[in-house]
Every structure is written in structure tokens, then in C-alpha cells.
């Protein structure tokens, strides 16, 4: 038996009195120190070891402790911080405006509501309430109601508080009706989009549903619906007049629910006044007249007020959600409120610069501020400048809590909810992300699990490929962060690089028998799946598997921003995922897994969908393989039926090599669905014919000419399908000019 002796007592004593004390003062000083140059070298690491390396970043981390700067790399340098401006507009609104702030929607009636309830005219006066909805306004009519109103000549909507500016700079950049796009208005509704329901009907006619529906909008429905079919749904809003047109095509099939897509609207006091209308009516409200904007005169009387939530609860949606259209309502709100009405993004801008000067030290002209979401290349912000915003926020105490608890949690909510699974980092880390094409961007808050917290900014600009792995390598960095003080401290984020999905040879019996669990459960199309197949794809490491696992989140909810973006980040055309899923599809004499589901998307206008559809174009005219060939010219042509706008201007911008394999297979497409009859031609002999931009009809020219000529030799060969190789070159007749996508 091992005998443990105990040091006598005063031998203890004078072993510590002999020690110098500056070696036992210094011991959890040194311990900090070796925590920190361990967070240090793991970071160094991150950056050298993930797609970070090779693109323009800039990183700063400091402690909220001791004040200690942790890590910073460029740190200085300007880049553009996508929704990472939302920090800004945010933290300038909560001190303009405070926490307890409410919009206010004032309804009015002339000279006064009479006994009998009738009135001439019902006006509405906003101030920028960023948050009624259809279900608000509904309650809206239940308290008019209630009010006494019966009927109403005419319905005048007075946006007045703000000026007439719908966009801010940054906005005319891209030529899109998506919900993200839409515009600011003293009196808005939904946040200025529409929901537009397609679902099939009897006799092969799809029906078209509009949430809310009114006489604002007027749809031109050419959508068919049948047994079999795959969704293939395109959807258009254009101003019309006084009225929104809502053009929608493709084709959805009986056996599933209703497809929906949101969409903006162009005119916020029409679309909110014409609501009105309707849902007065419902109640059994007369409406005689017209809804119409104008001015509420000084005699007029309120009938009832709308209050919004306090604003703290405003700054969730904009900052967790990542709201474009609350946080540009915000500037004008802050123009209005502090610089007079009409609120303007000019005032908003002043006020936010203001902020930054006197209460931030962040001197004017140092950045370049023109909008308050960050949308599109527009800003330029230092992770500096941003860490030193954070730091000043956590430290104002009235308004922190507030501003803290608006960010996104990792793995908890927010657009981090999918985010920093397996690490230290959940519930840890709270930040906002940012993202566009080529760049992303984090920053926020994390508390290490060692109890030290710490403020940090990450931006990176300029990145070539997909913005998968670029995500990866912020993650870990903030990983890295969150690990420090853990037992296996931050070295586990840069073990957890080593981790990562690798190829694997061949088409195994297990990966098909996998791959065809996943596939059946992404048929299903329940949303109840989703948490399994989330941690399904988490924990895969074969990359063609891990594709097939999102593709099947996506399929399980397609509505879901963070599906669609899982599953672009995880599918490509390499023959580590789609050469290997060629064989699987083979095997088990099925599609090729995801190619439906990228087309689909394609084929509702998502740009990125239909760069990857060029590269899977490329893709199997390279391989040999007739059966993806015939797939993929089924696809182009269902694209083109649909998206034929968003398809001229990727084929333009593709590489010589894609857009000749893609052309090929477009010109099968068309012979195989209809060739002169298909509405492709239509749409691009419309763009080399009317087009407002010169090298966009040039092109769309010699498209023209390179179709023909390529459905001439399909029809030709159309009884035998023949291999299709693309080669270094246009072909005779195509369009020369080869540029890259933009951010490429």
C-alpha cells in the first residue's frame, strides 16, 4: 500500500515565506498570459488553415474585462460589412430613440365621426411603423368598428412624415422585386411585401391566392398544375398604375400544399390603404369610394391610434432577423424625430453620423455610411471602428441589455440558429451576421468558457467560391474564442478544421442505402424532419451525403432562407458530390440527388441556383453521361420557361466553358419541350430587341444566332441522344465575351 506523508505545517510556512512574492502574485497572471497566447496561436491557425487565408479579412477582438486587444489583423483597413451596418443603425436608433419608443398610426375622420357613422372620408396618418401586419390591421378595423364607422366615401392614406424617396443608395445596384428589396414608407404593411400562394386547381389551371388579397393587385396567372409534376414556379411584381402586377408561370404538381413566395410591392400607401379597404369591408364596413394618397387636413379627428411595441422588441426583428426594411424605416424615423419632418435617408444618415462622432469617438469621414441596412456595396466600415461600437454599447447600461439581446444566438436563434453547433460558442456567442456576394461578415459579443467576455468583428471581402467554407472559418475563430478556459481549450476549434467533409471514393453500397434514407425523408416534405436532418448534416463527413442531407432540409421546408442556404453551401459540381451522386443515382435508377432541387430554385430567379446549374452543366457534358446529360437539358429548359431574364444574364457573365456546355444543353431543352413554341424565344428576342442596356442586347443577339444553330443540330439529332463535350472555346457563332460572376 502507497503511504502519502503530509508536509508538517511549519515547514509549509517557511517554504512560502522563502518564495519570492512576486512568483506567487504573478502565478494566475501567468495563467492568463498562457490562456491567451494559446487563443492567440489557434487563431493564427484558423486563419492559415480556411478559405480565410486567401481572402481579404479583417479582424479585431478585444476583452470587455480588462480591455486587453486579443487579436486583430488588419484591423484598420475598410472593408464593405454587409448586414454588419445594421450594429450601427441600431445602436444610433436605440439612444435617438430609447428603448420605450412606439410608432404611432393615427386614423382620422372629418369633422368628426356622426351618430349614423357615416363619413366621408377616413384618413390614415403614419409615422414610419415598421411593424402592422395583415393580423394588426385586422384588429385595426375591429376597433374602428367598435368606434362607430359604418360607411366611407373614400379612404386617404397620408404618408406625409416621411419624403417621397422609397430606396436608399445602395438599393438601385440590383434590379430585383425580392421581399429584402422592399421600400420604406410612413404607412407600410407586412413589411412592404406580399405573399403569393400557387397552388393546383381543376381542369390543370393552378390557382393563385394573394395574402393579403385586395383590388391592389392584379395577377396574370399562366401557371399548370398536374399529377407528376416537379415545381417549377416563377413569380414577378412590377408597379401597374395605381395597382401591383403579379405575373406568375411554371407549373406545380396535385400532390403537394401550396407554394409561397413573397414578394415587394412598390406603392406602401396603396397596398396599406387597399388592405384597409378590403378588411373594412369584410367587417361590414361600406367603402364607396377610391383609396388615394394625400393630406390630412388640420380639422380633422382621431378616431383611434395604433401603437407599435416598444422598440426594444423592434430591434429583434431588425437585428436577429435581419430586417432590410426596418432598418432603413429606422434612418428616416430618426430624421423625422430629431431633424424635423419629412424624414429622409439624408437626416437618418446625419443623426447615425452624429452618434458616432460624439458619443463613439468614430469621427466623421473616417467610414463611409450611405444606407442603413447595408445592402449591396454601398458602406465601408474597419472591424476596428466596429468592435470599438460593441465595446461602447456594452458599456452604456441603461440601453445594453437591450441592444445585447437583439443579436442573434449561436445556435439558438436568429440567422445563427444553425450556426457553431458542437461548440463552446452556443449560447455563448451573440452577434450579427452579414452577407452578400463575396462578402460575410461577424460581429458581436462572445463569453469564453473561462467567464472572460470579449467584443469582435469579422469581415471578409473579395473571397473567390462558395461562402461555405469562408462561414466555417469565422466559425471557428469565434469557437476558438468561446473554448478558452475550457478543459480542451481553444485548440478544439482548430482540431475540429481537420473534421471536415472529405471525399470518398466511389459509390459504396452503405453511401446509396444512406443516401436513399435521406432522400425518401426529404419526400416527405415535413417540416418535423428538420431538426433530425440538421444534426444528420452537422455530423456527416461525406461531402455527397451531406449534400443530399440538405438538399432534403431544403425539400422539408423550402420557404426556409437557412435550408436554401445550407443547401448551396454543400452542393457543387466536383466529382466529389455530383460525380459521385451520378453513380448513386445509377444505383438506385433515380435523378440525380439535388439537381431538382437546384433547378427548382433556378427556376424562381435565385441568382446563385443558376450559377450552380452552369457548373452542373459543364459538369455531365464532361462526364459522358447521357442520363445527367438529358436531366440537365430538362432543367435548362424548365429554367428558361420561367426564370429567362435571370438566365441570359448568368450565361452572359459565365465562363466561356459553362456557357457553351450550358447553351447545348438549353438548345435540347427547348427542342425536347416545344422548340419554337417555347416562351424563351419570346423573352430573348424581346432583350436584343428593346433592351436598355447595349451589351445585354448584343449578347442576347448572339445568343439568338447560337440557339438556332445549336436547335437545329438537336432536332437533328433527336432521335438518338448523342454525348455532348464542352469544349475550351465558344463555338462559331456565341458570344465571346467571358467574364467572371460578379464577386468571383
Known amino acids: 500500500?502507497?503511504?502519502?506523508?503530509?508536509?508538517?505545517?511549519?515547514?509549509?510556512?517557511?517554504?512560502a515565506l522563502w518564495l519570492p512574492s512576486a512568483t506567487l502574485a504573478a502565478s494566475p497572471s501567468n495563467d492568463k498570459?498562457?490562456?491567451?497566447?494559446?487563443?492567440?496561436?489557434?487563431?493564427?491557425?484558423?486563419?492559415?488553415?480556411?478559405?480565410?487565408?486567401?481572402?481579404?479579412?479583417?479582424?479585431?477582438?478585444?476583452?470587455?474585462?480588462?480591455?486587453?486587444?486579443?487579436?486583430?489583423?488588419?484591423?484598420?483597413e475598410l472593408l464593405n460589412p454587409a448586414s454588419n451596418v445594421k450594429l450601427v443603425t441600431s445602436s444610433a436608433a436605440l439612444v435617438a430613440l430609447g428603448p420605450e419608443y412606439r410608432y404611432e398610426t393615427e386614423f382620422l375622420v372629418e369633422p368628426e365621426l356622426?351618430?349614423?357613422?357615416?363619413?366621408?372620408?377616413?384618413?390614415?396618418?403614419?409615422?414610419?411603423?415598421?411593424?402592422?401586419?395583415?393580423?394588426?390591421?385586422?384588429?385595426?378595423?375591429?376597433?374602428?368598428?367598435?368606434?362607430?364607422?359604418?360607411?366611407?366615401?373614400?379612404?386617404?392614406?397620408?404618408?406625409?412624415?416621411?419624403?417621397?424617396?422609397?430606396?436608399?443608395?445602395?438599393?438601385?445596384?440590383?434590379?430585383s422585386d425580392r421581399a429584402y428589396m422592399a421600400p420604406t414608407g410612413a404607412v407600410s404593411l407586412n413589411w412592404n411585401a406580399v405573399a403569393v400562394y400557387v397552388r393546383s386547381g381543376p381542369g390543370g389551371k393552378a390557382v393563385v391566392d394573394m395574402e393579403p388579397p385586395s383590388d391592389f393587385?392584379?395577377?396574370?396567372?399562366?401557371?399548370?398544375?398536374?399529377?407528376?409534376?416537379?415545381?417549377?414556379?416563377?413569380?414577378?411584381?412590377?408597379?401597374?398604375?395605381?395597382?401591383?402586377?403579379?405575373?406568375?408561370?411554371?407549373?406545380?404538381?396535385?400532390?403537394?400544399?401550396?407554394?409561397?413566395?413573397?414578394?415587394?410591392?412598390?406603392?406602401?400607401?396603396?397596398?396599406?390603404?387597399?388592405?384597409?379597404?378590403?378588411?373594412?369591408?369584410?367587417?361590414?364596413?361600406?367603402?364607396?369610394?377610391?383609396?388615394?394618397?394625400?393630406?390630412?387636413?388640420?380639422?380633422?379627428?382621431?378616431?383611434?391610434?395604433?401603437?407599435s411595441d416598444t422598440f426594444d422588441i423592434v430591434l429583434k426583428r431588425l437585428n436577429k432577423l435581419s430586417s432590410n426594411f426596418v432598418a432603413e424605416t429606422l434612418l428616416k424615423t430618426m430624421g423625422a424625430e430629431l431633424r424635423g419632418a419629412?424624414?429622409?435617408?439624408?437626416?437618418?444618415?446625419?443623426?447615425?453620423?452624429?452618434?458616432?462622432?460624439?458619443?463613439?469617438?468614430?469621427p466623421r469621414g473616417t467610414y463611409v455610411m450611405k444606407n442603413g441596412s447595408g445592402l449591396n456595396d454601398a458602406n465601408r466600415f474597419s472591424t476596428a471602428q466596429m468592435d470599438r461600437l460593441l465595446r461602447h454599447m456594452y458599456e452604456r447600461f441603461p440601453l445594453a441589455p437591450e441592444y445585447l439581446s437583439s443579436l442573434g444566438i449561436a445556435g439558438k436563434d436568429g440567422t445563427l440558429k444553425y450556426r457553431f453547433d458542437g461548440t463552446d460558442a452556443v449560447g455563448r456567442l451573440r452577434a450579427k451576421t452579414g452577407t452578400l456576394e463575396g462578402v460575410s461578415a461577424l460581429s458581436g459579443y462572445v463569453q469564453s468558457a473561462g467567464g472572460e467576455k470579449f467584443s469582435f468583428s469579422i469581415m471578409v471581402n473579395d473571397y473567390a467560391g462558395r461562402a461555405g467554407p469562408v462561414v466555417a472559418g469565422m466559425d471557428a475563430l469565434g469557437a476558438a474564442v468561446a473554448a478558452t478556459g475550457s478543459t480542451l481549450g481553444p485548440g478544439t476549434a482548430v482540431a475540429s478544421l481537420a473534421d471536415g467533409p472529405k471525399a470518398v471514393a466511389g459509390a459504396t453500397a452503405d453511401v446509396a442505402n444512406r443516401i436513399k434514407t435521406y432522400l425518401e425523408l426529404g419526400k416527405q416534405r415535413d417540416q418535423r424532419n428538420i431538426g433530425f436532418l440538421r444534426t444528420a448534416w452537422r455530423s456527416e463527413r461525406d461531402p455527397a451525403v451531406r449534400a443530399v442531407l440538405a438538399e432534403s432540409l431544403y425539400q422539408s421546408n423550402p420557404h426556409d432562407y437557412l435550408g436554401t442556404r445550407t443547401l448551396l453551401d454543400?452542393?457543387?459540381?466536383?466529382?466529389?458530390?455530383?460525380?459521385?451522386?451520378?453513380?448513386?443515382?445509377?444505383?438506385?435508377?433515380?435523378?440525380?440527388?439535388?439537381?431538382?432541387?437546384?433547378?427548382?430554385?433556378?427556376?424562381?430567379?435565385?441568382?446563385?441556383?443558376?450559377?450552380?446549374?452552369?457548373?452542373?452543366?459543364?459538369?455531365?457534358?464532361?462526364?459522358?453521361?447521357?442520363?445527367?446529360?438529358?436531366?440537365?437539358?430538362?432543367?435548362?429548359?424548365?429554367?428558361?420557361?420561367?426564370?429567362?431574364?435571370?438566365?441570359?444574364?448568368?450565361?452572359?457573365?459565365?465562363?466561356?466553358?459553362?456557357?457553351?456546355?450550358?447553351?447545348?444543353?438549353?438548345?435540347?431543352?427547348?427542342?425536347?419541350?416545344?422548340?419554337?413554341?417555347?416562351?424563351?424565344?419570346?423573352?430573348?428576342?424581346?432583350?436584343?430587341?428593346?433592351?436598355?442596356?447595349p451589351q445585354v442586347v448584343s449578347f442576347a443577339k448572339g445568343l439568338d444566332t447560337t440557339l438556332t444553330t445549336k436547335?437545329?443540330?438537336?432536332?437533328a439529332m433527336k432521335a438518338q441522344p448523342v454525348e455532348v463535350v464542352a469544349p475550351a472555346s465558344n463555338t462559331p457563332g456565341a458570344p465571346t465575351t467571358a467574364e467572371t460572376r460578379p464577386g468571383g
Open 1 to 15: 500500500m502507497q503511504v502519502f506523508r503530509a508536509r508538517p505545517f511549519w515547514a509549509a510556512i517557511a517554504i
Open 33 to 76: 498570459k498562457a490562456e491567451r497566447e494559446a487563443l492567440k496561436n489557434a487563431l493564427v491557425q484558423v486563419m492559415q488553415r480556411t478559405a480565410l487565408k486567401s481572402s481579404r479579412v479583417g479582424v479585431h477582438m478585444q476583452s470587455l474585462d480588462d480591455g486587453t486587444v486579443v487579436f486583430s489583423h488588419n484591423a484598420d
Open 114 to 175: 356622426p351618430t349614423d357613422g357615416k363619413v366621408k372620408t377616413l384618413y390614415v396618418r403614419g409615422k414610419g411603423d415598421p411593424t402592422i401586419t395583415t393580423e394588426r390591421l385586422y384588429g385595426i378595423t375591429s376597433e374602428l368598428l367598435h368606434a362607430g364607422l359604418r360607411e366611407v366615401q373614400d379612404i386617404i392614406v397620408d404618408d406625409s412624415w416621411f419624403d417621397p424617396e422609397r430606396t436608399p443608395p445602395g438599393y438601385d445596384q440590383e434590379d
Open 217 to 307: 393587385f392584379l395577377v396574370e396567372n399562366t401557371v399548370t398544375s398536374g399529377p407528376g409534376r416537379a415545381r417549377r414556379v416563377s413569380v414577378k411584381s412590377d408597379a401597374f398604375g395605381e395597382r401591383q402586377k403579379i405575373v406568375v408561370k411554371g407549373q406545380v404538381p396535385d400532390e403537394r400544399g401550396a407554394v409561397s413566395v413573397w414578394k415587394k410591392i412598390d406603392s406602401p400607401p396603396l397596398y396599406f390603404g387597399n388592405t384597409l379597404k378590403q378588411l373594412l369591408v369584410s367587417r361590414g364596413v361600406k367603402v364607396k369610394g377610391k383609396v388615394k394618397q394625400g393630406l390630412t387636413p388640420s380639422r380633422a379627428r382621431m378616431v383611434h391610434v395604433s401603437q
Open 342 to 362: 419629412p424624414g429622409s435617408f439624408a437626416k437618418g444618415i446625419d443623426v447615425v453620423e452624429e452618434f458616432l462622432e460624439r458619443d463613439v469617438g468614430l
Open 570 to 693: 454543400s452542393y457543387s459540381a466536383g466529382d466529389d458530390v455530383y460525380g459521385r451522386l451520378r453513380q448513386v443515382a445509377h444505383t438506385l435508377e433515380v435523378g440525380v440527388p439535388g439537381v431538382s432541387s437546384m433547378v427548382e430554385l433556378a427556376a424562381g430567379g435565385n441568382t446563385e441556383a443558376m450559377a450552380r446549374v452552369m457548373e452542373l452543366c459543364r459538369a455531365s457534358a464532361l462526364s459522358g453521361d447521357l442520363d445527367a446529360q438529358v436531366e440537365m437539358a430538362s432543367g435548362m429548359g424548365e429554367v428558361a420557361r420561367t426564370a429567362p431574364q435571370e438566365l441570359v444574364t448568368t450565361l452572359r457573365t459565365s465562363s466561356a466553358a459553362e456557357r457553351d456546355a450550358a447553351t447545348t444543353l438549353l438548345a435540347r431543352g427547348l427542342v425536347r419541350s416545344g422548340d419554337m413554341e417555347h416562351p424563351f424565344w419570346k423573352s430573348l428576342r424581346k432583350l436584343g430587341t428593346a433592351g436598355t442596356d
Open 711 to 715: 436547335s437545329a443540330e438537336a432536332r
